[in-house]
Nanobody
């Protein structure tokens, strides 16, 4: 599986962006696709995940109610709609596929990382 993240950019506080994570090669199967982010000088943090087959979603508390993760089976693509963006959301955003079928938000249990896309929110 190869993952390609895109859609980042510069946006003002309160604005919106939609990130895409396109997969090529083998599809996601029964695994989840997660979005993570790394702010400057910080660890890579979990943002949201979606189980490819069921569409079940889970969010970090910090983005709940503002971000929405979704998938398009026909396009083998996962999206992250980000609304009401804040400066603290500034980070490089990555998508990855879980390496286990069970529930996890631990970055080390995800693989096939995309190259990341920069999101910058100005105040």
């Amino acid at each position: 599986v190869q993952l390609q993240a895109s859609g980042g950019g510069l946006v003002q506080s309160g604005g919106s962006l939609r990130l895409s994570c396109a997969a090529s090669g083998r599809t996601f199967g029964n695994y989840a696709v997660g979005w993570f982010r790394r702010a400057p000088g910080k660890e890579r943090d979990f943002v949201a995940r979606i189980v490819w087959t069921t569409g079940s979603t889970y969010y970090a508390d910090s983005v709940k109610g503002r971000f929405t993760i979704s998938r398009d089976n026909a396009k083998n693509t996962v999206y992250l709609q980000m609304n009401s963006l804040k400066p603290v959301d500034t980070a490089v955003y990555y998508c990855a596929r879980s390496m286990i079928v069970g529930f996890t938000t631990t970055p080390s249990l995800y693989g096939y990382w995309g190259q990341g896309t920069q999101v910058t929110v100005s105040s």
